[in-house]
């Protein structure tokens, strides 16, 4: 089978048609390592259920017609909606444009434009390194005392009939002591076929709480790839979620780097897929030093003809004793057409550790349905409430407390959009 190849001509004539600016020499760089790498393919061990050639085909289409981003109009009413639902200080990224009229000052928080400031971290990944290479512009933030809201980070796209790309980067650090919450939104609407790209790199200062929300929202039929880079100091602690609900391709990315002693990590995801969706989480945890913790725990629901990936990664490198690693992953399939690819993985090179993994794949309990079918229920209201129930346990440990309702209404309009009249 022939494998999709993006194309290194017209990406450098992209390129070159950026401004010059502080991005300009990150940008070449990016472009000379995958020039030189290429894009993952399914012979990559940690690509082989994600096939990248739909972001690939329109990332080549976008780039024959031109790579404009320019005529590509501001989704106003997504924004306003979005906004309403969370009540959070919101920057938002349109279109790969980074737009900070909705931002309201803070003595708490600082800003800065990449195009004003040093180049973006350098993540040596293929993915990133198409993003720093087409990237417009990107953020740098720095919380260093808590504030009365979220910080909130709306990534949203909109499309035309034409093929659109965008990308989005942004860089967050949290000063040490401070408590952070922070809330990434992924939206995309319209007709035509979209991949977006996106970047997120996390610092953590000694002794602070970072809780960061993750929701991706895209339409179905839309293409995104995300990965987010985190770095915990010591004595620091991250509660992060994970909500992934629409798109067509989704591949989500999340590097954790415990280097200091007395740092914890709780990371949790929910994903729900129905027809034509393949939705791919990766994590990887690395405990480099001893004692730290880390906590995963990632459940889907899936309907119709539908594939999900999760792959969760801990390593316990030599000398990390006093690790303690935990995994777990539930799902439940609603369809015999549906189709989950489950790996919890442990490396462990040390000897004093606590570590645990595990994973189910199953159908609704018949006989809880049953029993809610004797209350006078028909099949599809029953399922509804177990699907319901087996949702709310993550959602209610959602650690941005401004989220909840929004996550929740996300979540049962979802549900209900998957539990079709085929239950019945």
């Known amino acids: 089978m022939k494998q999709a ?58 780039l024959a017609d031109g790579a404009n ?13 979005i906004m309403a639902s969370i009540d959070a200080n919101w920057l938002v990224i349109a279109n790969g444009i980074v737009d900070l009229t909705h931002f309201v000052e803070s003595s708490g928080i600082k800003i800065e434009r990449f195009s004003d400031s040093a180049a973006p971290l350098v993540m040596e990944r293929p993915l990133a390194d198409l993003n720093v290479a087409l990237l417009r512009d990107g953020l740098r933030i720095q919380i260093h005392a808590e504030t009365e809201k979220p910080l909130g980070v709306l990534i949203v796209d909109e499309t035309s009939a034409a093929a659109t790309v965008s990308q989005a980067n942004v860089e967050i650090e949290v000063a040490a002591g401070c408590n952070a919450e922070i809330v990434e939104y992924q939206s995309s609407s319209g007709g035509g076929d979209h991949y977006g790209n996106s970047v997120v790199v996390l610092k953590i200062g000694q002794a602070a709480n970072a ?112 690790t303690d690693a935990r995994q777990t992953n539930h799902n439940l399939l609603l369809s015999d057409k549906a189709e989950i690819d489950t790996k919890p993985q442990l490396e462990i090179y040390a000897d004093d550790v606590k570590c645990s993994h595990g994973t189910t794949v199953g159908q609704l309990d018949e006989a809880a349905l049953f029993y809610l079918r004797t209350r006078g229920l028909d099949r599809r209201q029953a399922t509804q409430i177990l699907t319901h129930a087996f949702a709310a346990d993550l959602v209610s440990r959602t650690p941005v407390t401004a989220t909840r309702d929004a996550i929740t209404a996300l979540v049962e309009s979802r549900l209900a959009e998957l539990i079709t009249d085929n239950v019945s």
């Open 69 to 81: 981003t320019e005529s590509a109009a501001t989704p106003a009413d997504t924004v306003k909606s």
């Open 211 to 322: 809780s960061y929300v993750r929701i991706q929202d895209r339409r179905i039929g839309h293409v995104h790839t995300g990965r987010i880079s985190v770095t915990l100091g010591a004595d620091s602690q991250l509660h992060m979620a994970g909500y992934d609900l629409g798109g067509g391709l989704v591949r989500n990315d999340v590097d954790i780097d415990l280097s200091e002693p007395g740092a914890a990590a709780t990371v949790n995801g929910l994903y729900l897929a129905g027809d034509g969706q393949h939705i791919d989480n990766h994590t990887r945890v690395d405990h480099r030093v001893g004692p730290a913790s880390s906590s995963q725990e990632y459940r889907g629901i899936l309907n119709g003809r539908c594939r999900c990936v999760w792959n969760g990664k801990a390593i316990v490198h030599k000398g990390a004793d006093g």
């Open 5 to 62: 190849v993006l194309s290194i001509d017209g990406l450098r004539q992209a390129v070159q048609s950026l401004p010059d600016d502080a991005l300009t020499a990150a940008r070449e760089a990016a472009l000379a390592s995958i020039g030189t790498q290429g894009l993952p393919t399914v012979r990559h061990e940690d690509w082989k259920y994600t096939d990248l050639s739909s972001a690939i085909d329109i990332s080549n289409r976008w």
